[in-house]
């Protein structure tokens, strides 16, 4: 069991690093340091990174909490 956890823990990672890089660069604290004045929405295959990217990170929790209660 506690093999399986690791690899499902390590796969997510995997993924979440991947969508982490996938995302633009654009907006965030240089947007607000250089003075952006509109708010933009996020549209199509950036939504869409960005969903998967909030799911795999709160798997990648409830995996990692799972994970340490079956060590312990």
Known sequence: MNQALLIVQFI???GLMSLI???TSKGGLSAQ???AD??????GAEKIVFTLT???AILFFL???TNAFIIT
């Open 12 to 14: 997510i990672a995997v």
């Open 21 to 23: 890089l996938l995302q």
């Open 33 to 35: 340091a250089g003075g």
């Open 38 to 43: 509109f708010y933009r929405t996020k549209r």
């Open 54 to 56: 909030v799911i795999l």
């Open 63 to 65: 995996v990692t909490v």
